[in-house]
Each structure stands twice: as C-alpha cells, then as structure tokens.
C-alpha cells in the first residue's frame, strides 16, 4: 500500500471520529431540547433539566439534626440508618410523580450543570457522612453538651452547602449553560444532518 493511499485512510479515519462526534453532540442537544419541552408543570427544571425535590435526602438530616440533642437516644437509630443515595437511587425508590423524567432529565442534563451539581452532592455526601460518624460518637459517649454544640455548629454548614446545591439546580451557577435558542436549535437540527450525511459518504 503506498503512503499517500495510508495518509487518505488515516485521513478519512480522522473524518469519520469528527463526523460522530457532532452527530452525538447534536443528538444530546436535541434530546435536552426536546425534554426541556416535557418539564412544564412538572418540578423539573427547565434550564437545568433538575429538581430541587432531591435536595429532600439530605434535609431529613438536618431536620434529625435540631431533634436530636433534645433526645439523643430516640434519633440516634434514625442517624444510624441513613445512606446516601444518587439522584437516579433516590427517585427510583421514590413515590415521586415524575420520577421516569427526572431520572432521564439528569441523564441529558448540560454537562456543565451535571459537572457542578455531581460536585456540590458529593462536598454534602462527605460531609453528613463524617458529621454523623461524630453525631453518634457524641451520643455514645453521654455528651449532651458537646451533641448540642455541635449540631448547632453542623446545621448552618449543611444548610449552605444544601443552598448552593439548590443554586445549581435553579441556573444559579458562575459561567454556566446558556438556554439554547431557537436559532441555535436549528443549527443543531441542520449539524445532525449534516453529521449522518458524512458518516455514509
């Protein structure tokens, strides 16, 4: 095989990965858009393509937590049996409408809504996770005091985290996704065609 006929195939080669490449980020985008039009009247939302209705495991904690100094021996099996779960664990365990789109929604969300909302769950998980592992040790050592001190210390830190996490959800985020338009979902539409075409020529 001469070396021009391998620097056309590599050539090509090159081509083809560009070619899916837009196909796929055009499909993603059209998949956001086409979503985004299923969010009205649901709590999902629309830009971001999250629901706030998540955010509920992790305020169960804080509720526990202004409850459990007053009794610490009632609320410590409730700490004990909490687990983190995903996003897509909690609404599959969930009674929660809308629960199919939420689980898809997330799946197609802009990937740099998913990137800092991954991010913030993950700072909330580690978090709660060490918060309680001194909850309880507080609660085995018979240190009212101390339990009280420190749930009102935890509390404020778990609700801020908690707050930029819901930011996230409703578009609150630094240098984050733009809707896309109108105009720019008819290139997307136009970049599909385009991008199929060039996989079978």
């Known amino acids: ?17 560009f070619a899916r490449e837009n196909l796929v980020r055009a499909f993603k985008n059209s998949m956001t858009e086409h979503l985004r039009a299923h969010t009205k ?6 830009d971001t393509l999250l629901t706030t209705d998540y955010l509920n495991h992790f305020n169960e904690i804080i509720m526990l937590l202004e409850l459990v100094p007053s009794a610490p021996s009632q609320f410590s ?3 004990s049996e909490w687990q983190h779960e995903s ?13 199919e789109l939420a ?7 802009p990937e740099e809504v998913r990137r800092a909302f991954d991010s913030s769950v993950a700072d909330m998980e580690q978090e709660m996770v060490l918060m309680l592992q001194q909850v309880q040790e507080k609660i085995g050592a018979g240190d ?3 339990l009280s001190q420190f749930c009102n210390d935890a509390i404020p830190r778990l609700q801020d985290l908690l707050q930029i996490t819901a930011g996230i959800v409703n578009g609150s985020i ?18 599909v065609q385009s991008a199929v075409d060039a996989l079978f020529d």
């Open 41 to 46: 009247g649901t709590n999902v939302n629309a």
């Open 1 to 17: 095989m001469s070396k021009s006929s391998v620097q056309l195939r590599v050539v090509a080669s090159n081509d083809n990965d």
């Open 87 to 99: 996003y897509e664990e909690h609404f599959t365990h969930s009674g929660f409408r809308d629960k």
């Open 174 to 191: 630094s240098d984050g996704p733009e809707v896309i338009k109108d105009d720019t979902a008819k290139h997307e539409k136009a970049d």
């Open 144 to 146: 009212t005091a101390g």
């Open 77 to 79: 099996a409730e700490l």
């Open 103 to 109: 689980i898809i929604c997330y799946r197609n969300a």
